[in-house]
């Protein structure tokens, strides 16, 4: 059964549910998912490396520290 006034949806006569039949609005909207998905991915690989390297600088620095005392 159509919506009113709502081309893109459909109500389901089983569950009375309302549902999105436009099947290229919902390959978008998929994309859409898995390109933010892919991006929230390299974000949290970008800050572990950021993280890694602050914590690598921060060893040198304790080490450079060491050496000069012992000059």
């Known amino acids: ?3 009113k006034d709502e081309p893109d949806f459909a109500r ?3 569950s009375g ?3 999105n039949i436009n099947r290229s609005a ?4 998929r994309e859409q998912k898995q390109v933010r998905l892919r ?3 390299e974000d949290k690989q970008l ?3 950021v993280d890694s390297l602050k914590t690598d600088i921060n060893d040198i620095k304790t080490m450079l520290s060491a050496i ?4």
Do not use: G, N, S
């Open 39 to 41: 991006k929230q991915a």
């Open 17 to 19: 549910a309302i549902i």
């Open 47 to 49: 800050r572990a490396e």
């Open 68 to 71: 000069v005392e012992k000059l």
């Open 26 to 29: 919902i390959q978008r909207a």
């Open 12 to 14: 389901d006569p089983e």
């Open 1 to 3: 059964m159509q919506v």
